[in-house]
């Protein structure tokens, strides 16, 4: 079972910021929060990571509530280029925890966002 | 780079026939994986490699085998094909940092037919 729980989807106008909430409440201590994205029927592309502190980089921010039981991403300014389905995982951090060889990059279904102009 | 390259991009095949799906990268990656993705579902996991000789069952590993050829190469097998294996699969890697896997790159995808 997926370890995340996500809206099934959101809307955002355009030139918008796009708050995109997930719920891990059983996370462990040695996970991370990763974010992906899947445009229509691409691969799914890497957004953003982090494991108790808000990260930000060129695309996206990620905030992280203390407890680390939620999280969410935000797209300061969504384009019609963002509509896309979003997935939030937690991943274990080290290799050793998880066996060193089971994968851990485990995808459920994802928020479908729709910025409309 | 090329990053992760999988071939062939569409793929037709007839109940029983069988097929080899493969994937390359090209940014000296330790790990990798193949999915499969059915129209309106997220990705779940067939298996995983995490180097070069070694490979893991992940979710939905029935069906299919994989070979590691070597760091760049990671092979996905259909020995009898089914239609239930129709779908769209996406071969990924992710480097390895100290002992822990960063964020993975996705090919675009191969889309198989099973008829």
């Known amino acids: 079972d997926a370890k995340t729980t996500q809206p099934t989807s959101m809307d955002c106008a355009e030139g918008r910021a796009a708050n995109l909430p997930c719920n891990h409440s059983?996370?462990?201590?040695?996970?991370?929060v990763y974010w992906y994205r899947q445009i229509h029927s691409q691969g799914p592309q890497y957004i953003i990571h982090g494991l108790k502190n808000n990260e930000t980089n060129e695309m996206a921010s990620l905030i992280i509530t203390e407890d680390r039981k939620s999280s969410t991403l935000i797209l300061p300014h969504a384009t019609l280029r963002d509509t896309a389905v979003y997935y939030c995982i937690v991943r274990v951090a080290s290799l050793f925890d998880y066996g060193g060889s089971q994968g851990n990059l485990i995808f459920g279904k994802g928020t479908k966002l729709s910025v409309k102009p | 780079n090329a990053g992760v390259t999988q071939t062939p991009k569409f793929q037709v095949l007839k109940t029983g026939q069988s097929m080899t799906l493969q994937c390359a990268q090209d940014?000296?990656?330790?790990?990798m994986y193949w999915y499969r993705q059915d129209p309106g579902m997220g990705l779940r996991l067939i298996y995983y490699s995490a180097s070069e000789g070694t490979t893991d069952k992940g979710e939905v590993p029935n069906g299919y085998n994989v070979s590691r050829l070597n760091k760049r190469e990671f092979s996905l097998r259909l020995e009898s094909a089914a239609p239930s294996q129709t779908s769209v699969y996406f071969c990924?890697?992710?480097?390895?940092?100290?002992?822990?896997?960063?964020?993975?790159?996705f090919g675009q995808g191969t889309r198989l037919t099973v008829v």
């Open positions: 990924a890697s992710s480097r390895r940092d100290r002992d822990r896997d960063t964020e993975a790159f």
């Open positions: 940014m000296n990656h330790n790990s």
């Open positions: 059983t996370i462990s201590g040695n996970e991370y």
